[in-house]
């Protein structure tokens, strides 16, 4: 543009300037200048506006540049307090656009006592972003604001790509390999010092965590899978954990897998994890289950894969996509009416492996096999001893059908196998029993089975069908009815705390123990458990 007039510059000059100033006051202060401007301009310098300067001008009386503001809200964040940096047309009566960044309230900042507070505003807001994030699978993408300098605080990856020595100056990065959800709360920590965890994102926000290396949050994800950790999820969070590198998520993950392995075994998610995992599990030393269940878990395993590669799930595919894999299952190991009936019947053993197996269980010279034939050492159970004697006094205690029940605690995740119980104090005897676990009144589990006393003061183990995941400080309620001889020993020297390698039990009385047990004495005696082990060196 020529400037034919020295006029025109310096009216110009001039309200650019007090516009520039103006961004800072409020909005009626930013029009109430360019108001003032407007009427020093004489009627020589709209002509040579008009006619040479390319800007159409038009009389100061002409239009209102408050009735021309638009202002809009960002419809990612509904609830902030600030408005989308949309630029405001403050249109002049010469066409002069003066942009500036405003909010919905210009004094925002005064409500907001803490830097947290201010800095949890610009949380996914326009306002004064300098950057923008691409974030998603392609056609499922989400534009996410954001502010370089916040960022740059919180991670070193944010630092070094917008501050390194080979920072890119671009105005937007695409990140494919995140869902959006979970890059939002990796910003939401970021921006407002706040972890947000849901169980369908806490793996995708632990990704993101690690990709970004921000390690508090990384270190609340894996807390927040630890806690809801089951055999349902056991597997496929063991997948997980060892693709992020975390060998403590992984320690728990065995730690259920193993006292729970026919449960984790036929979960839903474990015809999910990979291969690596799945030879993990499979020459797992410890796993707490008949080697008929791993044989039928590996085939489910393998015909997810064959759908996975487009392949017919027959017994030919399927041992295909097992490889060496069906090698890690102890098929020897089996009984001989399972092998027979259920392994030897579903065609992945070729002839000639069939008829080898055979001739391992029935002939004097057996041959080589390419399966382990040393059977699975399993878990090792525990027990927690609550009394210190026991006593028989005559007509002292007597089992009619009454409950006996105590209330425990522990400090760990452990898994409840069974009691030990007092039998006859008056010879040998047969006892049916109904032996119950109940969390805040719910029942968890429960078995109705048998034992055969011999009339000594032992302990007579009765379990349930599968262990049971007791979580650390919690009440559980343990509770048997027994039905017999009537004329029992009992407990005494009763403990109300006791520590079993590294697990602290907690006990008090039951308000359903109607036979009198309590804390100081009486039966249940003892609680069998499986519990944490020391961390393995191990890869498996």
């Known amino acids: 543009m020529q400037l034919e007039s020295p006029r ?9 300037s007090k516009c520039a100033l103006a961004v800072h006051e409020p909005v009626e202060r930013s029009v109430a200048v360019l108001d003032s401007l407007l009427p020093q301009i004489d009627d020589d310098v709209f002509e040579t506006l008009n006619n040479g300067g390319g800007l159409s001008i038009s009389p100061p009386h002409s239009i209102s540049q408050r009735e021309s503001m638009q202002i809009t809200q960002p419809a990612s964040a509904p609830s902030s307090p600030i408005a989308s940096p949309n630029l405001i047309s ?102 407002c010092d706040e972890v947000q965890l849901e169980a369908d994102t806490v793996l995708a926000t632990l990704y993101v965590a690690k990709k970004y290396i921000v390690p508090h949050l990384a270190r609340a994800c894996v807390n927040y899978l630890e806690t809801s950790l089951t055999a349902k999820n056991a597997c496929l969070l063991l997948s997980q954990s060892r693709l992020f590198e975390e060998p403590n998520l992984m320690q728990r993950c065995w730690e259920v897998i193993d006292a729970q ?20 599990v499979l020459g797992r030393e410890t796993l707490n289950c008949k080697e008929m269940h791993l044989f039928e878990a590996a085939l489910n395993w393998a015909a997810a894969e064959c759908h996975r590669r487009e392949l017919e799930p027959n017994p030919q595919n399927k041992r295909q996509v097992l490889g060496s894999a069906l090698y890690l299952v102890r098929i020897p190991t089996m009984s001989l009416d399972e092998f027979a009936n259920g392994a030897a019947q579903l065609g992945i053993l070729t002839q000639e492996e069939t008829i080898n197996i055979f001739l391992h269980f029935t002939a004097h010279k057996k041959p080589l096999l390419s399966y382990p034939i040393k059977a699975r050492t399993g878990l090792k159970p525990q027990v927690c001893h609550r009394f210190q004697s026991c006593a028989y006094r005559s007509n002292q205690w007597r089992y009619r059908g009454r409950c006996d029940s105590i209330q425990f605690s522990v400090d760990k995740r452990i898994f409840m196998v069974g009691f030990g119980l007092y039998g006859s104090s008056n010879g040998a005897a047969d006892y049916a029993v109904k032996i119950e676990l109940k969390r805040q009144g719910r029942v968890l589990a429960e078995n109705n089975t048998k034992f055969f006393s011999d009339g000594s003061s032992n302990t007579f183990h009765v379990y349930f069908e599968q262990p049971i ?67 393995s060196t191990d890869e498996h």
């Open 90 to 191: 403050a249109t002049t009566t010469f066409n002069l656009t003066c942009s500036s960044q405003v909010t919905l309230d210009p004094n925002w900042q005064a409500t907001k006592s803490t830097v947290r507070e201010r800095n949890a505003a610009m949380f996914n807001n326009e306002l004064m972003a300098d950057i923008r994030f691409i974030v998603g699978s392609p056609g499922h993408t989400q534009s996410i604001p954001a502010h370089k300098y916040v960022l740059a605080t919180g991670s070193s990856v944010f630092y070094a790509m917008f501050y390194g020595g080979l920072a890119e100056h671009k105005e937007e990065i695409e990140v494919p390999d995140v869902e959006p959800s979970a890059f939002l709360t990796l910003l939401k920590y970021l921006y």
């Open 469 to 535: 995941q007791i979580e650390p400080e919690s009440f559980y309620t343990a509770s048997a009815i027994l039905d017999g001889v009537e004329l029992s020993y009992f407990g005494q020297e009763g403990m109300s705390e006791v520590t079993v390698g590294c697990v602290t039990f907690q006990f008090q009385c039951s308000t359903e123990s109607t036979n009198g047990t309590g804390v100081q004495g009486g039966q249940i005696p003892e609680l069998i458990f499986y519990g944490p082990t020391v961390p």
């Open 8 to 16: 025109l510059g310096q009216y110009l000059v001039s309200a650019l």
């Open 261 to 280: 392995a026919e449960l984790a075994l036929h979960s839903e998610g474990f015809v999910d994890i990979d291969l690596n995992t799945l030879e993990s």
